[in-house]
């Protein structure tokens, strides 16, 4: 079986539109996929990597408590490190953006660390229409809660995607957690 945790109010409104913020200041990168290899079918965003922006210790705090509870309480892995910084994505409705359907599990050698992935909704509901987070799960599309600031955590195995957004822009914050491959 595939678990999903989800967690409502994981980042305060305040702290959603802080982060809103910074994924719109700070210098933003064309999406690569995992092997840095550019595909623009298969995902369209704009990446700011938190690593690269000063004062944002509070955020990767906040990740960590909210994999460390839910691997308690759902998963159970193995995790030994956070070893990536932690993603904001931009999904435009002018450039159609979007992330098909893909497992965060890769062949770099960090990704093919990855265990765990959470991903944050930052953008109000009403700022943007497709752009919904949908995960596989045991045989059924389970759609991510769209409120802001709720975070959804899953396996990296997991197979996900992004809808093509139709109307303003949906951001996110992903994170992945890191630890020996699955036994
Ligand atoms: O933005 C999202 O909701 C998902 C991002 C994602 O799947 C990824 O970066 O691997
Ligand atoms: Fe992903």
Redesign the pocket.
């Known amino acids: 079986m595939i678990a999903l945790h989800i967690v409502p109010d994981a980042f305060s409104p305040t702290e959603c539109a802080t982060l809103r913020s910074i994924a719109h200041e700070a210098p933003a990168r064309d999406a690569g996929l995992v092997g840095q290899t550019r595909d623009h079918n298969m995902r369209r965003?704009e990446l700011v990597w938190l690593d690269d922006v000063p004062d944002t210790g509070w955020v990767m705090d906040r990740l960590i408590d909210l994999v460390r509870v839910a691997n308690r309480e759902t998963f159970d892995f193995d995790l030994q490190d956070f070893a990536e910084s932690p993603?904001l994505?931009r999904?435009g409705a002018d450039r159609q953006g979007h992330?098909d359907w893909?497992a965060?599990i890769g062949g770099g050698p960090l990704a093919a660390r990855r265990k765990l992935?959470l991903?944050t909704q930052l953008a109000d509901s009403g700022a943007y229409a497709g752009g919904t987070?949908e995960m596989w799960i045991d045989s059924h599309i389970r759609s991510?809660p769209l409120e802001p600031g709720t975070a959804v955590l899953f396996p990296s195995f997991a197979l996900?995607r992004?809808t093509p957004v139709t109307e303003g822009e949906r951001v996110?914050l992903?994170v992945w957690a890191h630890g020996p491959a699955f036994r």
Do not use: E, M
């Open positions: 965003a993603q994505a999904y992330f893909h965060d992935t991903v987070l991510a996900h992004v996110s992903t």
